[in-house]
C-alpha cells in the first residue's frame, strides 16, 4: 500500500506541491488528471525520489515503511517503477542491456520486448533517436523487466500511434493485472499470481485513451499544488472534456 | 637505398631536441641496454610466467595464438617470438630485416622524420628492435597478427621502430599491445611506427597500451595510405601513465582512401597525457574520422585533433568527448584547416562530467549510485568502429571491459 500524507514539494524554488494526501491500496490502480505544468509529472518524481523534488513536508510510506528519506534505488529495491515522460538518452547502453539491469540478469529480453513491439530496437542505444511512441515502449519494456509493485506510468500513451495504442493500452493493463482476459502466449506461474490482484497502479494521462483499456478504480485531479477531487476516472475525464479543468473543479468540489 | 650514416648523423644533431608537445624527459635517466634474451619457439611462450601472460593477455595478446595469424614478442631489448602461420602475411624483426631487405630503405623513417626529436634520434641511435609486418598483395586475413612489445626491466627506455605495409588489394589486421611485467614501476617507452596502406588495401591496427604509474610514453607514427585505401587506427590505453604524448598523422594521398582514428583513454591523478590525431586529406574523395574519448580522474588530458583538407568533395569529422571525474583537466583542441573549395569539414567537442539525470535514471531502475555511474562510464568508452572487423571490436570491447574492472 502506498500511503501520502500532506506531502509538499519544493521545485526549482517554488512550492509546486502544496498538500498531497493519497491512498493506494493493493490491487487498486488510480487515475491522475491535471492541466499542463500542474506539476502530475512532479508528484511522480517525488514519490519515486528525485532529490530535484524536494519534500518539504509531509510523509511518503510504502508497505508500512517510510520511505520520504529514501534514495531513489532503495525506493526501486523496495519495488517503486516509474516509466517517465521524458526519459533521457542513454549514450553507450543498449536497451537490451538496460533491460537486463533492470531485471538483475535475469530476463529473455527477446520475449518481452516481443510483447511491446520492441524487439527490433533492442540493439540501439537507450532513447537515442527513438520517435515519442518509441520511447513510451521502451519505457514500458524495462517497467516490464523491473516488475515492481507500485507502477508509476507518467503518459504512457501520449505520442504513440494509432497501430500501437492498443498494445500498449493493453500492456500497462497486464502489468496493472487489470487485463479482463489472460494475455495470449502468457507464461502460466504469471498467471497463476494474477488470481490475487497486487500490483499498484498510478497513471498520469491527458488524453484518457488508457481508460479504453483498464478499469481503473479512482481518478484525481492535481490542480493548484492540491490532489482536489477525487471519483470515478471516466467521470472526471468527461467532465473535464466538456467543462474544461477549472469549471470542472467547480462542478466537482460543490457537489463532492 | 638505407643510408643508415646520414640517418645517424640527423639523429646526433636533433638528441637535445625537445619535442613540440608534452614534458621534456631526460633520456640521460634511463637505461638504453638490458642483457639480450633467448628466443623462444611457440610451445616456450606459453610456458612463460602467467603473471606476465596474464599481463599480455590484457593488452590483447594471447600467446596461446588462438584467433591470430601470427605472434611477435618484445621483451625489453631483445625478439623473444616472431612467426606468422598465414601465406600472405609476413612478420620479421626490424633490425634483421634491416640488413638483408635492400627495399626497405624506401620505408625506414620515410613517414617520421628521424629528427623530429630527441625520442626519434634516439630511437634511430639506440634502436633495439621492432617488427615488420607485410601483407603480400592481394592477400587476405582474417585474424589480426598480434605484436607485443614488453617491458620488465626497471628505468629502462625501450627503443622500438615498426614498419607495417598492407600492399595493393591486401587486408591486414594487427594487434599491438603494449604493457609491463607487474614488478616494474617505472621506463620509457619510444615507439615509431611507420604505415603503409597501397592502393586498395585495407589495414586495421589496434594498439592497447596497459602501463604503471611511472611509464612515460611517446608514440610516434605516421601513415601513408593509397588510392581506395582504408587505415584504421584504434588506441586504448586505460591503466595509469605518467607521460604519454603522440600526435599520429595519416596522410590520404591517393584519391577515395579513408582513414579513421579512434582513441579511448583514461588518465589517472599522476597522467599528463597529450594525444593527437591529425589526417591531412590531399586528394578529392578522401574521409577521414577522428573520434576521441577520455576520461580524466585528477590528471591531466589533452586530446587534439587536427583535419586539413586540401581537396573538393573531401569529408572529415572529428569527434572529441571528455568527462572528468574527481577532478583534474581535459583540454579538447579541435582544428580544421580547409584548403579548398568544397571541402566538408566538421567537428564537435565536448567536456562535462556525467549527468545527474542519467545517474538518477538508472537508480530508478535498481542500480545504486556507484553501479549507475561505472555502467555509464562503460557506455562513454564504448566505441564502435564502423568497418572494425567483429573480432577486433570484441578485442577492443574486452580491453575496456577488463580495464574498467581492475580499476572502477
Ligand atoms: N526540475 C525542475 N526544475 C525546475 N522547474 C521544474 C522542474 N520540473 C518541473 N518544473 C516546473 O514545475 C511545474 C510543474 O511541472 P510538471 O510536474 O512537469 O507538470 P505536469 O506534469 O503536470 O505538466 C512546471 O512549471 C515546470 O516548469
Ligand atoms: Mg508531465
Known sequence: MLVIEGLQVEVGGRMLLKRIDLEIKPGETHILFGPNGSGKTSLLMAIMGFPNYMVRGGHIYFMGREITGLPIHERA?????????????????????????CARGKVDAASLARRINMEHLLEREVNAGLSGGEIKRSELLQLMAQDPDLLLFDEPESGVDLENIALVGK??????????EPAQGEPPPLRESRRQRTKMGLIITHTGHILNYLEADRGHVLFDGQLCCLGNPR????????????ECLRCLTATG | MLDRDGLRARALAALDKPAKLGADLDLNRYEKA??????????????????????????????????????????????????????????????????????????????????????????ELDLHDGFLIRALPGSRSIH??????????????????????????????????CTTSTRLRGGLH???????????????????????????????????????????????????????????????AGPGSVARFYSILAGSPVSDIDLGGRVVLEEPGCRAEIVSRAITNGGRIMARGQLIGKATGIKAHLECRGLIMGGGAMLAVPELEGHADGVEMSHEAAVGKIAQEEINYL?????????????????????????????????????????QEKSM
Open chain 2, 34 to 123: 638490458s642483457p639480450p634474451r633467448p628466443m623462444l619457439s611457440a610451445s616456450e611462450l606459453r610456458s612463460l610466467p602467467t603473471a606476465d601472460r596474464q599481463r599480455m593477455l590484457l593488452a590483447g595478446v594471447d600467446l596461446n595464438g588462438r584467433d591470430r595469424c601470427g605472434t611477435y614478442l618484445l621483451v625489453d631489448t631483445s625478439v623473444l617470438h616472431c612467426s606468422s602461420q598465414q601465406e600472405g602475411v609476413e612478420v620479421t624483426p626490424l633490425t634483421g630485416a634491416l640488413e638483408s631487405l635492400a627495399w626497405l630503405g624506401d620505408y625506414y623513417w620515410k613517414l617520421v622524420e628521424v629528427d623530429a626529436d630527441k625520442y626519434t634520434a634516439s630511437a
Open chain 2, 190 to 252: 619510444v615507439g615509431v611506427t611507420e604505415f603503409f596502406v597501397k592502393k586498395g588495401a585495407k589495414l586495421t591496427f589496434t594498439m592497447i597500451h596497459n602501463w604503471t604509474e611511472d611509464m612515460a610514453v611517446r608514440p610516434r607514427s605516421a601513415a601513408r595510405v593509397e588510392e581506395s585505401g582504408l587505415f584504421v587506427s584504434n588506441y586504448v590505453c586505460l591503466k595509469p601513465v605518467r607521460s604519454l604524448q603522440g600526435y599520429p598523422t595519416a596522410c590520404l
Open chain 1, 235 to 246: 467521470e472526471i475525464l468527461g467532465c473535464i472534456g466538456r467543462f474544461g479543468y477549472e
Open chain 1, 77 to 101: 529495491r523496495l519495488g517503486l517503477g516509474m516509466s517517465f515522460q521524458r526519459p533521457p538518452t542513454m549514450h553507450g547502453l543498449k536497451t537490451r542491456q538496460i533491460v537486463e539491469l
Open chain 2, 144 to 177: 589480426p597478427m598480434q605484436a607485443c612489445l614488453y617491458l620488465d626491466r626497471e628505468g629502462l627506455q625501450q627503443n622500438v621502430h615498426n614498419i607495417v605495409i598492407a600492399e595493393e588489394g591486401s587486408e591486414l589486421h594487427v594487434i599491438s599491445g
Open chain 2, 363 to 403: 537508480m530508478a531502475r535498481g542500480l545504486d549510485e556507484e553501479e549507475a555511474v561505472s555502467t555509464i562510464v562503460r557506455g562513454f568508452l564504448k566505441v564502435e568502429v564502423p568497418g572494425l572487423h567483429p573480432l577486433l571490436q570484441a578485442e577492443l570491447d574486452r580491453a575496456v571491459t577488463a580495464t
Open chain 1, 171 to 180: 500492456t500497462v493493463a497486464w502489468m496493472l493485472q487489470k487485463d479482463v
